[in-house]
């Protein structure tokens, strides 16, 4: 129990440090605090210049909330419990592991440093989003996940910083289900995980910016914000009632699967789900919401 109470607090203790040396170092390019500020920067940019809505405001109706999400959810929520929880999670995974006489190497398929550091980072690429794109569907198909996912699709005017409204629990079920794919690929280093998630991030705030983009022949394979925005549609027919278009950077899983759907131009469909004029505006109301709704549901359901 020592040895976890202590990777806690080095946890904490090495990402404050990393947390000021983001600050501080503008030096250095995979510089993901300056790197954040600066894809949005640019992404909030195409949306004044070419906007899709042209009555939505360039403060856009919960900008400032999206905004907070956006650094609490990316930075603080890192301080505060992601980070120490993904290494004492790892270390008790490797230990019961170790039981068995197992370690997490045994599970790797290959060394990424055997192959050139392009296919390496595609190959990371491509298998962690097919994972995280089957988490999103868990996300819509298991009702616990759901009330978790309700946060972000609680987004009711779409812009590029709603692509990072999320409750504090999606990035433990993404880290979590994503960890053993990851373990058997094999390392990367922290610069070359920077390409894929600076450009991860690019393409997500794009998804939820106010841009009539869909990339022509492109579509197929990048998600944009022609078909994102249709994941976000209040109104969905009931053959697609648990959702749809769930990749989160690609397209591809989408099209393969058949949970692609763009039936129209959805420019001014209404956004949301089923009874969010009730769902808290407030960040605090909405982290807390899932706690609570539950026992909501529980004294409906007695009355």
């Not at 929520?77 to 993904?86: E, F, G, H, K």
């Not at 505006?281 to 004294?299: C, G, H, R, T």
């Amino acid at each position: 129990m020592e040895k976890y109470i202590d990777i806690i607090k080095k946890s904490y203790s090495d990402y404050w440090n990393y947390l000021k040396y983001e600050l501080i170092d503008i030096n250095h390019w995979d510089n993901f605090f300056y790197g954040l500020i600066i894809i949005s920067l640019a992404v909030w940019m195409l949306e004044i210049a070419f906007p899709w809505r042209k009555g939505q405001a360039i403060f856009r109706k919960d900008f400032w909330l999206d905004t907070f999400y956006m650094f609490f959810n990316f930075f603080l929520l890192n301080l505060i419990v992601l980070i120490a929880l993904s290494n004492t999670v790892s270390e008790l995974f490797n230990d019961m592991l170790g039981v068995v006489g197992l370690s997490v190497s045994s599970f790797q398929l290959f060394d990424v440093d055997d192959l050139p550091k392009w296919l390496g980072l595609l190959i990371f690429f491509i298998v962690s989003d097919f994972v995280q794109w089957n988490t999103h569907r868990l996300l819509h198909r298991v009702d616990w996940l759901w009330n978790f996912h309700k946060v972000h699709h609680s987004v009711k005017e779409m812009g590029f910083a709603a692509h990072l409204r999320y409750h504090w629990m999606e990035p433990v079920v993404y880290k979590s289900l994503l960890y053993i794919p990851i373990a058997i690929i094999g390392g990367f280093d922290a610069q070359d995980v920077a390409i894929v998630y600076f450009f991860s991030i690019a393409i997500g705030h794009l998804n939820h910016a106010n841009l009539g983009w869909d990339y022509g022949f492109l579509k197929y394979i990048f998600n944009n914000p022609k078909m994102h925005i249709w994941h976000h549609a209040k109104g969905l027919p009931e053959h697609v009632r648990y959702g749809v278009n769930f990749g989160l950077t690609l397209s591809l899983w989408d099209y393969i699967f058949k949970t692609n759907f763009v039936p129209y131009d959805g420019r001014d469909i209404e956004l949301g789900f089923e009874g969010d004029e009730t769902f808290p505006k407030d960040f605090v109301s909405q982290e807390l919401y899932p706690a609570f709704s539950k026992k909501q549901a529980s004294d409906k359901s007695k009355s």
